[in-house]
RNA sequence: UAAGUCGGUUAUACGGUCGCGGGGGCAGGGAGAGCCUGUCAAUGAGGAAAGUCCGAGCGUUUUAGAAACAGGGUGCCGGAGAAAUCCCGGUGAAGGUGACUUUAAGGAAAGUGCAACAGAAAAUAACCGCCGAUUAUUCGGUAAGGAUGAAAAGGCGCGGUAAGAGCGCACCGCCCUUGCGGUAACGCGAGGGGCUGUGUAAACCCCACCCGACGCAAGAUUGACAAAUCGUUUCACAAGGGAGUUUCACCGAAACGGUUUAACAAAUAUCGCUGGGGGAUAUUGGUAACAAUAUUCGUAGAUAAAUGACCGUACACGACAGAACUCGGCUUACAGACCGUCUUAAAAA
RNA sequence: GCGGGUGUAAUUCAAUGGUAGAAUUCCAGCCUUCCAAGCUGGCAGCGUGGGUCCGAUUCCCAUCACCCGCU
């Protein structure tokens, strides 16, 4: 996941949480809205843990998140919220970011 | 061998595939610019990166200048260091059988305050007691003994006395003088004074010394808010403003008019932003902190913020934990492994 | 990243270094035909670890948690 994909600016992150719309699965909340480019960003709250454990996790949604890149079909910006759990693994986030996908109708 | 004490080292390793950050080389595109694309081989978190408890660099504020006050800090001695209250070595005190550990450790005769409960009394000591005198219930002397308390008026013994008392003496403690050792704090001894002065300064305070404030979200550049600059007028060495307060030093102040500035403008676009009191090894000096010399290494620089995923091999199966201007110290968190110093106890020689 | 502040009962707040207190809550009893209200009584504690002191909620140091401000 190359750095054009991420979502950076704050004026995109409230553009997203203020007139998006939201998709739940069992170990995340995502937030999307339709734009021109793809872009994505992840909100991991200091309920999560230190510096390291937070770290991790936006590993892992990255890793997870490269792995549906070649798959879109149309553009969004999206913003990932992982929900607080004692262990994280790239299975789960996969899992249930293709579910949310899926049900969201955003691949091709 | 067991139990401890103090100190040090290390912080999964190696290989392959995909991916990320900032640089570099090469090739191509492009009028041009690391502007775009491709590719190559290197490189990319810590001992605490953490807490932000001290200090320094650096930046802004009048190049932070003087005096007094306020506020804050420090407080045995010597050393090291750019500097620092926490580093190193010692002294005294406290704790431990010991190795060793801890230590904000000046002043209570400058002054003020506080000392609950208990107790006669918590600081100008006198309730009971003891002794003497006597009008028989008062006066005087005294501080040995007395339910307390954290602390009770130098301790203990002998002499002494009406009873007692440093009243006298020995030892200890205290104070003064002095000899020796030590750079010093201080230690060891000698002589004298006979001794009234409770504790608390991590209560206010006094004394000595030190400190301006704010912090990289500091601040600078381009653009904007607006600013800069020029001219005129008015006031004038005054007022007011500019650094915690006051006094001084330093900076003149206000109003009006003109000139300059095409577009793009962002919670970092660019700079600050990483070579620095750097690391490693060896030698020398020093008990040590540390210093000197030589050789060698070239070592993150992001800005919604880079280290992840999968596979294989090995074992101890991987703890605490992620740079955000830099550096020195301190504190706190931490799985396991290894090395060394010394102590105590038991046994053997 | 930097700079501040606060931690006391289940909750909201007090307390000069000397027994931690008030209101609400909760529990038990009384009152009432029953409930509420009222009355009486009770339970429950200084964030944690050191130090100074005879003695710390209070003073000092460290640490943990929470909150606020600065672009």
Known sequence: ???????KKEKDFNLVFNKGKRLFSSCMTVVYFPS??????FAVSKK?????KRNRIKRLL????????PDFGQNF???FIPKV????????FKESMGYIFKKGGFLK
């Open 1 to 7: 996941m190359t750095f054009d994909y991420r979502l």
């Open 36 to 41: 021109k480019e793809l872009k994505a960003g």
């Open 48 to 52: 999560h843990g230190g510096s390291v």
């Open 62 to 69: 990255r890793e997870s998140f490269r792995s549906f890149l």
């Open 77 to 79: 910006f999206f913003v």
């Open 85 to 92: 759990q004692n262990e994280y693994t790239l299975k789960q």
